[in-house]
């Protein structure tokens, strides 16, 4: 039961993880289309922007 407890924890870490990698690093690297790279490199630096935000305080 305790690891059970312990694996959705870092199941739900790792389902973030993919989700933000295939929908916002994917596109801003591979997509043909200049405007969604931009869109998605946008985004990108705004979440990583956060994160090291959150991570100073």
Do not use: E, H
Not at 12 to 21: K, M, P, R, S
């Amino acid at each position: 039961m305790l690891l059970q407890a312990v694996q959705l924890p870092v199941l739900l870490v790792v389902l973030v993880f993919l989700a933000l990698y295939v929908g916002v690093v994917l596109p801003a690297i591979w997509s043909g289309r200049p405007a969604r790279r931009t869109a998605a490199l946008r985004v990108l630096t705004q979440l990583l922007g956060a994160l090291c935000r959150w991570r100073k305080q």
